[in-house]
């Protein structure tokens, strides 16, 4: 896989598209198979977020090349547990809008509205003809 280079190599973004493109399908299997339900799409959201983790803290250091796969999925099992982690936390989101928008009073019309269909329905009923009259 990286024979002929050195084990250890700085983690440009060459390198790391490199290892990226090497191991992104084993690690999203890795993941899949650490979920407690069968969910592809989670197990690559992770995978992609393993992946932004390492980015941000190996861009510029050293990369054991031989070894990245065990990096890969320590990080990997560290963004499992995190997510797990908010997905247990007791806190209960609230949307304060809906609450608020559910205790006030309807809104009621203006004058303005009021006059508007007043003169509306005067102008409809005047031009209707009287009952028993032909036009």
């Not at 493109?21 to 650490?34: E, G, Y």
């Not at 949307?95 to 409809?124: C, H, K, N």
Request: charged letters at 25%; a negative charge; aromatic letters at 10%.
């Amino acid at each position: 896989m990286y024979e002929g280079t050195a084990a250890a190599q700085t983690a440009s973004p060459s390198v790391l598209s490199d290892v990226f493109a090497t191991h992104s399908d084993r690690l999203t299997r890795f993941v899949f198979h650490r979920l407690d339900r069968a969910d592809w799409h989670l197990a690559e959201d992770l995978a992609s977020e393993t992946f932004l983790r390492l980015v941000r803290d190996y861009s510029g250091r050293e990369l054991d090349m031989t070894r990245v796969f065990g990096l890969l999925a320590t990080i990997a099992r560290h963004a499992i547990t995190d997510h797990y982690r908010l997905r247990r936390s007791g806190e209960t989101p609230v949307d304060t809008a809906d609450w608020f928008e559910a205790r006030r009073l309807p809104v009621d019309f203006s004058a303005e509205d009021y006059a508007i269909a007043d003169l509306t329905a005067r102008d409809l009923i005047a031009d209707v003809a009287p009952l028993g009259v032909a036009a």
